[in-house]
């Protein structure tokens, strides 16, 4: 006597689901989660129960709104709807498009090794009901995964993009800032251009026909770029550094110093880019500093680490700052000038010359950025 595939699934639909799972487990980097021991392959064995009882019915097409028709289409069913949220499911557990036929195909073989074991012979149109549910799942979990994880690379290449057009902005302003002060110095004192002033507005222009020349370079070569890596003179870093920052000097009422360092020291590093992270820090210092006090910039040797030292008046980062302030658009103070990406770049350029920054917070007084390089011989 033939049975009847829906009677036969809804009595062993417990050892189905077992062998479903045990097929999960046996794949690698693949376990069932409870939301989907309930939401995923089960759901659809109710569905696929529902179907093939309707279709026993005088109305056997009404099954095609839970199933849907062969083919699929654009119709909304119970069935498309399930198998997207297992596809998007899937996804977010960083599983692989594969995965997502494989859970289907792990039911169908577990309802055809049953019904030999059990002798239980069906109907060809039972089978052909089969084949269309599996079809129709198959189909909508696979186009809601690749839809999802197209829209997540979208949003992910959208968010880079947007910062790395952050980065160049902020950068741009920066040195655009410096020459503009250094300019304004120069005209305000009838300064000569051949001076210390002068230099200072030389290498910001210099600096700034770089940043745009290096823009222009890393669209044409994307991917295969590769950093340069010099050393340098620690007191020569220092003392430029410390020349261009003393133009910002005065806006905010803060005082500004930089004992004199070892000219004996030297790093290793891309120069530009740590001359950015430190004057990116400096401006987050007198921005964010109290007037009447001090930022203070050291530069010194501890074993065989190189540290440059930003301390600031700030009054202290508050609860859960320090964990966020080098995430990209963070911005905690009450001054919101700027668009938050300072210490962004700061912090990116220090690793991109194999350093750290890290930040301590002093309670009611202020903090300390740190960086921390490799120490290298002075170039000979």
Do not use: W
Request: net charge negative; proline share 3%.
């Amino acid at each position: 006597m033939t049975a009847m595939m829906h009677a036969f699934l809804s009595n062993n639909r417990d050892e189905l689901t077992k062998r479903c799972q045990a097929k999960v487990g046996e794949r690698a980097g693949r376990s069932a989660t409870e939301l989907q021991l309930k939401d995923g392959i089960p759901l659809f064995l109710d569905q696929l129960i529902r179907t093939l009882e309707i279709e026993q019915t005088s109305t056997p097409f009404d099954s095609r709104r839970i199933s849907g028709p062969a083919g699929g289409g654009t119709a909304l069913y119970e069935v498309s709807v399930s198998a997207a949220q297992h596809g998007k499911d899937l996804l977010n557990l960083g599983l692989s498009v594969d995965q997502v036929v494989h859970d289907y195909g792990d039911l169908c073989q577990a309802i055809t090794d049953l019904a030999v074991e059990r002798d239980a012979p069906f109907q060809v149109d039972e089978f052909r009901t089969l084949n269309r549910c599996l079809d129709n799942a198959i189909s909508d979990a696979v186009t809601e995964f690749s839809y999802q994880r197209d829209a997540l690379n979208t949003d992910a290449h959208a968010v880079e993009s947007n910062k790395r057009i952050g980065f160049f902005a902020h950068e741009l302003r920066n040195h655009l800032s410096t020459a503009s002060m250094a300019f304004a110095a120069v005209k305000a004192g009838n300064l000569s251009f051949s001076g210390s002033t002068g230099s200072i507005l030389e290498r910001s222009l210099q600096a700034l026909d770089k940043l745009i020349a290096s823009s222009i370079e890393d669209v044409r070569t994307f991917g295969k770029n590769s950093l340069i890596l010099d050393s340098f003179s620690l007191a020569d870093f220092i003392a430029e550094i410390y020349a261009a920052a003393s133009l910002s000097i005065g806006k905010n009422g803060c005082t500004f110093r930089a004992p004199q360092v070892d000219p004996d020291l030297a790093i290793n590093g891309t120069r530009d880019l740590l001359m950015a992270a430190v004057a990116n820090l400096l401006q987050n210092a007198f921005k964010f500093s109290q007037p009447q006090t001090e930022v203070f910039l050291t530069a010194y040797a501890a074993g065989e680490r190189i540290i440059i030292d930003v301390k600031d008046h700030c009054g202290g980062l508050g609860p859960g700052v320090a964990e966020s302030m080098f995430l990209p658009f963070s911005q905690a103070g009450k001054n919101r000038t700027g668009i938050g990406l300072g210490l962004t770049i700061a912090k990116q350029s220090v690793n991109a010359s194999g350093g750290t920054l890290t930040v301590e917070d002093i309670p009611t007084i202020g903090c300390v950025f740190k960086i921390s390089l490799p120490r290298h011989a002075l170039p000979t």
